[in-house]
Nanobody, 128 residues
Framework: VQLQAFGGGSVQAGGSLTLSCTVV????????MGWFRQAPGKEREFVAA????????HYQASLKGRFTISKDGVKNTMDLHMSSLKPEDTAVYFC??????????????????????WGQGTEVTVSS
């Protein structure tokens, strides 16, 4: 299984962007999946996660309301719609997947190091 993240780019503050992550060799509904980001000079941080069937979502508290995570079973992607973007959202965004589908296992608890699959990252730059 490989994860491929795409959709990053440059956007002005206040704009929107949607990232997507596709599962190559697998089906999104079979994995709990999530997004993480790493800003320059900072540690990687959790952004959002979604359960296998998409019925449960978790967000970093400070991002809830601006970011929406979802799955598209037809496209076989996990998506992250980001709105009202701020310069501090500038980061490389990584997608991750794990066979633990319900988000309540140890894989989906900090520091998230045991998540099984990681994508290569897609860069988001928000200018003021």
């Amino acid at each position: 299984v490989q994860l491929q993240a795409f959709g990053g780019g440059s956007v002005q503050a206040g704009g929107s962007l949607t990232l997507s992550c596709t599962v190559v060799g697998g089906t999104v509904s079979n994995y709990g999946m999530g997004w993480f980001r790493q800003a320059p000079g900072k540690e990687r941080e959790f952004v959002a996660a979604i359960s296998g069937e998409g019925g449960t979502t978790h967000y970093q508290a400070s991002l809830k309301g601006r970011f929406t995570i979802s799955k598209d079973g037809v496209k076989n992607t996990m998506d992250l719609h980001m709105s009202s973007l701020k310069p501090e959202d500038t980061a490389v965004y990584f997608c991750a997947a794990d066979p633990a589908m319900n988000l309540y296992g140890s894989s989906w608890s900090p520091p998230y190091r045991s998540l099984e699959f990681w994508g290569q990252g897609t860069e988001v730059t928000v200018s003021s």
